[in-house]
């Protein structure tokens, strides 16, 4: 109750510094009519007069606006008796009222929430939510103390107000953002805000706490103290899933069959890796701004609790499911947007993604190859006939820039085993066999692992190139298997890495998106007004990849030179392997996400060394 009265408190004293300060500006407004001019009275209350309305404004789509459940699969009780059995025990042992519904999310987090009422003096609906991650990585004692943690805000009063200072945190948001970063009256509203943020953060760091204690006092502190070190260890697990496993196929059009299944055979095979991070962990210091303790802090206190015997269950949490496979495909329809991807067992989504990688890459020298040489379907065979004229090195330069073109020639050793390993795959003889504890490897169709090093060594010297073509027959290798199928570079697979609003591109007033593979220019007002807001806009329209085809686009690839004549505001020239130059003026009036100035200079200097973006 202390958190949300406090934000209540709190926003009612962010209205009475709206009040005083209409007052004010009312005051300005008349004392300058009177002794001066009331044309440039007006001229200065208005813009401060709707500053001061931004609140009233705020404060009504705060009342409206009601904190949405967390989507996610719910649970019946007749689906998991087992896992509703733990939950209403740990409710009985906290002292709180059963949840009324418990909802698995895709995510590594538990929560709880309450639909109230009259500013909570009247309880709703109660959801508690499980992520899917810790049911399959934790035992069935540390999620004891997990979901006990959780229900604690329920015993500790900590949800009945929880809409309200939800809709505080809302209501101080909407109007800070509708007030212009120069307006003076702004100043006061950001300043309250930093100073609401920081009494509501530092009692959600209490109610934390509070809740640490409920979780010791039923699970144990030994137990407790291993969930809440066994967190962030899982973190990094379903990041490093999805960073190795999910996103590179993903991106390429694929989408496995068991989403989460494959999480929960990664953390089985995975244990030693993970006990290492568990030892690994390195000390946390927070700031007033978190909403959360350290976990020093959280265990300390954990640690001075009494210790009394507790029932031991370390089986997987996951039993506590009848079906967790089952569990977490139903989970899937329900959360993942699988789109047009085409849907895969593990082992073929693994192989697709890393087939679809090697082609990614292949396409990047393919393309580089047919500038070079004029050719329209350049491919392996193309680049055989460089080798053996002599000119591998032209190519191989664009690659290794600080090279001479003999060195980099050699160098390109490894670019030339890439392209076998496609050519063998395209050619039937080599497959990719998944693994949950490595790489995916590359194997014949006995599982003996290949390489093609000793081969591409071969082929990048004109004197031995026919005797690597040679043993690429042998092997049942086809050279023409091998060959470019993304003739123009893509956005596919981007990271936006900055964005820039009201700059001159070529004379016309643009807003720059800076991806890692290249740069989007988006046709922009004349007017220097609300560019974050475009900005954000336009990130939030749609995949990055959509962006690149509906504007202009300029992969990195097709950059062979950059000027920067002047960096703050940043002034350059590009020009392309077209011959194609393109002028790019930072205007003094513009705005950046973040520090996007800093991001595009990173770009255009590397570009200027001749680098590989």
């Known amino acids: 109750m202390l958190r949300a009265a406090a934000s209540v408190f709190m926003l009612l004293g962010f209205y009475v510094v709206a009040l005083l300060q209409l007052a004010a500006v009312l005051a300005l407004v008349v004392w300058i009519s009177v002794v001066g001019n009331a044309g440039v009275g007006i001229k200065l209350g208005l813009p401060l007069l709707f500053a001061v309305g931004a609140t009233g404004v705020g404060l009504w789509r705060a009342i409206r606006t009601q904190p949405e459940p967390l989507h996610g699969l719910v649970v019946a009780p007749h689906d ?51 992520g899917m991650p810790l049911l399959q990585a934790l035992s069935v004692d540390q999620l004891r103390s997990v979901v006990a943690h959780e229900l604690g805000h329920y015993s500790g009063a900590h949800t009945r107000l929880g809409a309200v200072a939800y809709r505080g945190r809302l209501a101080i948001g909407h109007t800070i953002g509708r007030i212009g970063r120069w307006n003076p ?65 993903w991106e390429a059009g694929f989408a496995p069959d068991d989403f989460f299944g494959g999480f929960g055979r990664l953390v089985a ?110 491919g392996l065979g193309t680049l055989f006939d460089l080798v053996a004229a002599g000119r591998l090195g032209e190519l191989a330069e664009e690659f290794y820039p600080d090279a001479t073109r003999k060195e980099a020639a050699v160098k390109f050793v490894g670019a030339m085993d890439m392209l076998f390993t496609l050519a063998a795959i395209r050619s039937g003889t080599a497959y990719w066999r998944h693994s949950w504890t490595e790489p995916a490897t590359l194997v014949d169709a006995h599982g003996t692992e290949l390489d093609y090093e000793q081969i591409a060594k071969l082929a990048v010297s004109p004197a031995t190139l026919e005797e690597a073509r040679a043993r690429l027959a042998e092997a049942g290798i086809r050279v023409e298997a091998a060959a470019i199928v993304e003739r123009r570079a893509t956005a596919g697979g981007s990271d936006v890495i900055g964005a820039m609003a009201n700059l001159k591109v070529d004379g016309l007033h643009t807003d720059l998106v800076l991806l890692d593979r290249g740069l989007v220019f988006v046709p922009a007002p004349k007017s220097t007004d609300k560019g974050k807001d475009r900005l954000h806009s336009l990130l939030s329209s749609g995949p990055v990849e959509e962006l690149a085809t509906r504007f202009r686009f300029l992969p990195y690839e097709e950059i062979v030179a950059a000027t920067v004549s002047k960096r703050t505001p940043v002034k350059a020239e590009l020009r392309t392997h077209a011959g194609v130059t393109v002028t790019v003026e ?20 590397r570009i200027a060394d001749r680098s590989v973006v």
Do not use: C
């Not at 509501?200 to 809440?228: F, K, T, W, Y």
């Open 269 to 378: 095979a995975r244990h030693e890796e993970l006990a290492r991070l568990r030892d690994d962990q390195p000390e946390q210091h927070r700031s007033r701004w978190d909403t959360h303790p350290s976990q020093t802090e959280r265990i300390a206190l954990m640690r001075t609790a009494p210790r009394a015997a507790h029932p031991v269950d370390g089986r997987p949490a996951a039993m506590l499911v009848p079906s967790i496979t089952t569990v977490g495909i139903a989970l899937q329809r329900e959360v993942v947007d699988i789109g047009s991807r085409q849907v895969l067992p593990w082992p073929q989504f693994t192989a697709a993604a890393a087939t679809a990688s090697l082609q990614r890459k292949a396409d990047r020298v393919f393309r580089s190859l047919g500038r070079l040489t004029g050719t329209e379907d350049p």
């Open 80 to 130: 998991a008796p087992e896992l509703w059995g733990l939950v209403h025990h740990l409710a009985n042992e906290v002292g709180t009222r059963t949840p009324d519904e418990i909802r698995l999310v895709p995510e590594v987090n538990a929560a709880v929430s309450e639909d109230t009422k009259l500013l909570g003096l009247i309880g709703g609906r109660r959801r508690l939510y499980l």
């Open 185 to 249: 009256v702004g100043w006061t509203f950001r300043g309250y805000a930093r100073l609401y943020l920081l009494v509501d953060n530092a009692v959600s760091r209490r109610q934390e706490l509070d809740a640490d204690r409920a979780s010791v006092r039923v699970a144990g502190p030994d137990v407790a103290i291993s969930a809440l070190r066994e967190l962030p260890v899982i973190d990094a697990a379903w990041d490093f899933y999805f960073d190795r496993y999910l996103n590179q196929g």
């Open 586 to 605: 930072e205007r003094w009036t513009g705005e950046q996400l973040g520090e996007s100035r800093e991001a595009l200079l990173s770009v255009l200097d």
